[in-house]
């Protein structure tokens, strides 16, 4: 018996990794807290590649599909009846939009600096979203979908760690705060934990940070009003000195939210 099972979610450009390094790995903790851990590679991530998954053609895909599919596996392996779901960034994004249809198999969710309102509380970052999206119009860009390659952007920045790691660099696109990870965990979790993003995925969010809704990519569901009404136990976490994430783009999520346990 354990303490439950529970799927961890990972952000947008990486992979499960993200969870489990070698020396610091959150899996293993939560592991060795009595819970029965899954990571997924989302589709175009990680392993998934090796099954001949190719990367999204909209952001919609993760939540339609592998969220579904990946918990009805977690649950037909691990016996249990619901599980937890624990999402980094845009993993948690997943799981504040994919919950409302399975709720009778989640038990409570977990989101660690995951925007709901993206791009509010950074005022670069939204400058950067609007730039983006109005990009994405021109009919040069317009139903194009290469891919992203963030796992040279990873290993670019641990390559320039000294220049990154450090408080003098205003540029809110850092995936950790300056000198709080070990130099060689940091090294891991840029080279091993960065993968492979699609240009869809990038610009659905960016659309939504522009025009301060979050919905899918049609506009036929409204994913902040599904959840708002979802009462299921929720943990929402967010770092002050996050600048992809700051609280006042994460704090939507809670005060949106009517769960009872919250």
């Not at 249809?101 to 600096?113: H, L």
Request: hydrophobic share 40%; net charge positive; charged share 25%.
């Amino acid at each position: 018996a354990t303490r439950g099972a529970v799927l961890l979610l990972h952000g947008f450009g990486q992979n499960r990794r993200t969870f489990s390094l070698s020396r610091r790995s959150f899996a293993n903790y939560l592991a060795a807290a009595g819970f029965d851990v899954y990571a997924v590679d989302l589709r175009g991530h990680g392993r998934s590649r090796a099954f001949g998954a190719s990367r999204p053609a909209s952001l919609d895909e993760y939540i339609r599909e592998d969220l579904p599919a990946a918990v009805r596996e977690v649950l037909e392996i691990s016996g249990e009846r619901r599980l937890f779901l624990i999402g980094h960034s845009l993993g948690g994004l997943i799981a504040y939009a994919g919950s409302p249809s399975m709720a009778d198999r989640v038990r409570g969710i977990v989101t660690i600096g995951s925007p709901m309102h993206f791009g509010r509380g950074t005022f670069v970052l939204r400058l950067l979203a609007m730039l983006g999206h109005g990009l994405a119009q021109v009919p040069t860009f317009r139903g194009k979908n290469p891919v992203l390659p963030v796992r040279e952007l990873g290993r670019q920045l641990a390559r320039r760690r000294l220049f990154w790691d450090t408080r003098l660099n205003p540029f809110p696109v850092r995936g950790w705060h300056p000198g709080s990870v070990e130099p060689d965990i940091l090294e891991e979790y840029l080279t091993e934990a960065f993968d492979r993003a699609s240009l869809s995925v990038l610009l659905m969010m960016l659309r939504w940070a522009t025009h301060r809704h979050f919905q899918s990519e049609d506009g036929r569901i409204d994913y902040e009003e599904r959840f708002a009404n979802l009462n299921l136990p929720l943990l929402v976490l967010a770092g002050e000195h996050d600048r992809l994430a700051p609280p006042e783009s994460c704090q939507p999520a809670y005060d949106r939210s009517q769960s009872t346990d919250r």
